[in-house]
């Protein structure tokens, strides 16, 4: 691995362990760059947008803990396959806190510049948290707009 990839793969780890897991969010702005574009379910541009989503599964799982499974870096892309352990403790896209304990799983392809965070594709198995909840996903219809 070159020290580039070091350097990238180290990046994505302390977003994990210290950002998410550790709830370190003063130390997104030395990871993430200002204009990061974070694909997901929808496409959200610039750091502020980034912070406030972590905010928002921080309130929905106070107490989330990721569990990198792989994390592999070539050139300025670094890959991860994770779990999140959590229990549902805060209201989430408008279903109150159901005390349930999730497992979530989700990969996560990350764009590198100059050892930061520039760009995010997301894929993440949010019908299997809603089902682990208890949503009846088919007579919810307020939660298909979830993100």
């Not at 302390?14 to 130390?27: A, K, P, V």
Request: aromatic share 6%; hydrophobic share 40%; glycine share 8%.
């Amino acid at each position: 691995m070159t020290t580039v990839e070091q350097t990238n793969a180290s990046t994505v780890r302390r977003l994990y362990e210290s950002c998410l897991n550790e709830n370190h969010s003063e130390l997104l702005p030395s990871l993430v760059s200002e204009g990061v574009i974070f694909h997901g379910v929808t496409e959200e541009r610039g750091i502020a947008p980034y912070a406030a989503l972590t905010e928002r599964l921080r309130v929905s799982f106070h107490e989330m803990r990721f569990t990198l499974l792989d994390l592999i870096a070539s050139d300025d892309r670094v890959v991860v396959r994770w779990t999140m352990d959590a229990t549902h403790d805060g209201p989430l896209a408008g279903i109150p806190a159901t005390g349930k304990r999730v497992q979530q799983q989700g990969n996560v392809i990350y764009q590198m510049e100059d050892g930061k965070i520039a760009e995010v594709w997301a894929q993440i198995d949010r019908m299997g948290m809603l089902q682990q909840l208890g949503i009846d996903l088919l007579s919810a219809g307020k939660v298909a707009a979830a993100k």
